[in-house]
């Protein structure tokens, strides 16, 4: 069972930075897309960044200017770069892979606490 492992959370003050990186814990199938969630306390879950296999990235409204994704295939990780954070960006971060074609699979890290606050 393919394991997706996450680091990098915290807590910083607004304005400050963070990194969140996620890797695969064996070889899968290419291509997929790796993408990024949030889920804040008493809120649903939602998309915070996208990039295709073809290394197309799409943004939240809500972190476009200040959200960088990126991935690397052959270590089979993807990245977050988190500038200029806001407390409204705390949440819990889950790295997600997905591939719908041919043997189809959806991975989900275990998330990690991001915590923006003075």
């Known amino acids: 069972q393919v394991q997706l492992v996450e680091s990098g959370g915290g807590w910083v003050q607004p304005g400050e930075s963070l990194r969140l990186s996620c890797a695969a814990s064996e070889n899968i199938f290419q291509p997929y897309a790796t993408s990024w969630y949030r889920q804040a306390p008493g809120m649903q879950r939602e998309l915070v960044a996208t990039?295709?296999?073809?290394?197309?990235?799409n943004y939240a409204d809500t972190v476009k200017g200040r959200f960088t994704i990126s991935r690397d295939n052959a270590k089979r990780s993807v990245s977050l770069q988190m500038n200029r954070l806001k407390p409204e960006d705390t949440a819990v971060y889950y790295c997600n892979f997905k591939r719908t074609i041919a043997r189809p699979f959806d991975y989900w890290g275990q998330g990690i606490q991001v915590t923006v606050s003075s």
């Open positions: 990039m295709t296999s073809g290394n197309s990235a």
